[in-house]
Structure formats: C-alpha cells, structure tokens
C-alpha cells in the first residue's frame, strides 16, 4: 500500500485529520469517501436557478472561540460577518431563540428584569418533583412546563419523530435560557459563513501533495483495495463514518435523528426575512 495512514470519510473531520498528519508529520494519506463527492455532511453546492449556496445535509454554521482554530481555518477560507439568529411562531407571534429576556417577557406580557425572570422560570421548574423519567420531565424541570409546552415540546417530538414522554431523560442535561436581550443564537468570539462555500473550504483541505482522494469509495466493500478488510491491521485507520456500521451492527442499531429535506424555489426576493423560522 502506498500510503502511511488511510482516513474514511472526506468531511472536516476527515480533510482536518489527513492535513495536519500530511504537513506536521509529512505522512502520504489516502482520503476515501463512498459518496461523490467531497466533504461529508458539510458538503454544499449552489442551487442553479438563484445561485444560493445550499448546504445539502443541513445547515452548518462555523462558530468558535478558540483563537488556534479560528486562525487554522482562516488559512482555507475567509468568513462572511453572517451572525445566526432563530425565530419560532407560537400561536401566530413571533418569538427569538433560544429562550432569552425578551422571550420571556414576550410570551408572560411583563417586563421583568433579569432576577424576576429567573425566579419565575424556576418557581415553574419547581413543579416538578423527584427524578425526570424522560425528556419531556426533564425539561419541565429545567425551564417549567409553560415554556417548555410554548417552544420546545414540538420541535423536539419533529427533530427526534418521537414524542418527547419516550425519549430518555439523559438526551438533554442543560436547555439555554439567557436572562439578557442577546439574541444570537450562538455566543462565540468568532462566527461566519465561508465566503466561497463548504465545498471550496474542504476542497483546499485537501489540496496537498500528499493526501489522494478517492471518491465513490465504499469503506465496507472487499472488492475494492482500500476497504476494512484490507487495511485494518495493515496501516493506521481514521474512521469518521456511523459506529454501527463499523462493528456491523453488532449491538443493533443506533437510534440517529432523522432529517427530511423538502427544496422550493418560490418567485420572492425574501421569503421569511431570517434564515431560520421554526
């Protein structure tokens, strides 16, 4: 094999891992992905008709306070100013997320500052006693049952498709509320968006002399070289894809969210006025 190290899946994991060990360590990599193309979940691709970048497995939003990341990354891609902000409808308004100040006194009709915010989210946290059994009991304990009903139980029962009551208290251990007006949905020193896009990011990763790429390229299939069969045991293995898969669904499979993409391109310059409307 003419490699010192195989990395499977081409996403920033994968494109980080094959980069520092081909320019720190001076090592041959050899990149494989069994989709077409590269960088894994972050992969995105302008939708032809408008131009507009789509980030074609969910959105990803680059946020970080770490000054050695945010200087690594920067030598790949600069960033856009993009700041995200999310809106939910509850009842035909308009609330910010997360839960904040204004939230609060949004949906309450009050104007209370932030120590009476804070102790009337927790005299409704307070109604629930002994230990949460599941999800829905676990956030009630943590920002009460009104809150919780107005802005988290549904979303919650679409992101998993399970209703909240059979998801495990352990899925949640904190849920954001920020007695401040801040409505940002992150609060990191540093945010954007590529400017030219995941893609072309990922792409730049990987645009070494040492690191190959080979695309279409299934991890689990013996017909090909590069496969586990091959090279497990062989050379060192950098594994990014689903752990089930790995170990061959030896415990069963692992319950994933689920996300359903519907794309229209509606005849309106702006549909929603933010990027995000729940």
Known sequence: MDADLLVVGSGFFGLTVAERCATELGLRVQVIDRRHHIGGNAYSEDEPTTGIEVHRYGAHLFHTSNERVWEYVNRFTTFTPYQHRVYTTYRDEVFSMPINLGTINQYTRSAMGPDAARAWVAEQAAQVTGEPRNLEEKAISLIGRPLYDAFIRAYTAKQW???????????????????????????????GLPTDGYTAWLERLADHPNISVRLDTDFFDDSQPW?????????PVVYTGPVDRYFDYEHGDLSWRTLDFEQEVLPVGDFQGTSVMN
């Open 161 to 191: 498709q399970t209703d909240p009551t059979e998801l495990g208290a352990d899925i949640i251990s904190r849920l954001p509320v920020r007695y401040t007006y801040d409505n940002r949905y992150f609060n990191d020193t540093h945010e």
């Open 227 to 235: 496969s586990k069969a091959s090279c497990v045991g062989q050379l």
